[in-house]
């Protein structure tokens, strides 16, 4: 976006107004700026932004793969013109995290978004996990987050399990992991070209108009974090198994998904996760794709605010 954009036209963007804008101008004018790095338990140095009052109440979001917390650009300004606190990190080894050799599971994500919670002191949280970010916030909600999480959205997750197994007999083979690992290895930067041209936001359909803007800053989110990462983090979102931390989960919690997701089919993810969480609502979206909270985003942010509010 070329010249300078004004708040009322920034808050016009997000569908807001330019009251709306007023409030990003004030809440961020109160927000004192620290140190943007958490040490892990095992020292490793997570990034995270924190954007608003710290006594509003606190938005946590967990980004998918290969991304970073950039991609809740549009829902951390859309929730902060509403008043409340957001933090995004980033996971170790993506973004601007250390890039490191160990580490890449879901019990060190979950543990990382932990550290972060706790040196923040989040109470009372709303945690918003999409994808591989929806399996880390759901891990951390049932192992971290009792007493800290009040609400919990899952947005294109992971969960309960991905890859296809005896218990899972609807899941996809493992043969599809071995060859995203296979592409990664060979290419990566085409590889995320292609992800992000094709099925991520559902650019392969017909009469879908690809945006370059959006593909772009998808390949940028990928390649600024580290390959190893990336590598290892595949068998941790296909093959980690969720489900007794769903059955922990007690928390009311929103779970959203696209109909056409080619990425985290629904009838194996969200259907079933709905069945294990005790207090859960689902919301399927006809025809939308696993990076619908970019591409709808007016759509699913004003559904997640509702959920927040009831």
Do not use: C
């Not at 957001?86 to 160990?102: L, P, T």
């Not at 983090?233 to 959203?256: H, Y």
């Amino acid at each position: 976006m070329t010249g300078t954009l004004t708040l009322a036209a920034a808050a016009a963007a997000l569908g807001g107004k330019p009251a709306e804008a007023a409030k990003i101008k004030s809440a961020s004018a109160t927000h004192v700026a620290g140190d943007s790095y958490v040490a892990a338990k095992d020292g490793t140095r997570i990034f995270f932004k924190d954007w608003g009052p710290r006594d509003a109440q606190p938005i946590m979001f967990h980004h998918g793969w290969p991304l970073s917390g950039d991609d809740w650009d549009n829902q951390m300004l859309f929730f902060l013109s509403k008043g409340y606190r957001v933090i995004a990190h980033d996971r170790r080894g993506h973004g601007r995290s250390a890039q490191v050799s160990e580490g890449h599971d879901m019990d060190h994500y979950a543990a990382d978004a932990a550290a972060v919670a706790e040196h923040l002191d989040l109470r009372n949280a709303i945690h918003v996990g999409h994808s591989t970010g929806g399996g880390e916030a759901a891990r951390y909600t049932a192992r971290h987050g009792k007493g800290r999480v009040s609400k919990l959205v899952l947005i294109g997750s992971v969960t309960p399990i991905m890859v296809k197994t005896p218990n899972n007999p609807g899941g996809q083979p493992i043969e599809a992991f071995d060859g995203f690992r296979a592409a990664l290895a060979a290419n990566r930067s085409q590889y995320y070209l292609d992800v992000a041209g094709g099925p991520f936001y559902g650019f392969n359909r017909d009469g879908v108009t690809p945006s370059q803007a959006l593909i772009e800053n998808w390949w940028r989110q990928g390649m600024q974090g580290a390959a190893n990462a990336h590598y290892h983090s595949i068998a941790a979102f296909s093959e980690t198994d969720f489900t007794e931390d769903l059955k922990l989960i007690d928390v009311p919690t929103l779970v959203l998904h696209g109909s056409d997701d080619q990425m985290v089919p629904p009838a194996d993810s969200a259907e079933l996760a709905v069945k294990l969480l005790k207090n859960a609502t689902l919301k399927i979206y006809e025809g939308l794709p696993h990076g619908m909270a970019t591409t709808h985003a007016g759509m699913i942010n004003a559904d997640v605010l509702a959920f927040i509010k009831a």
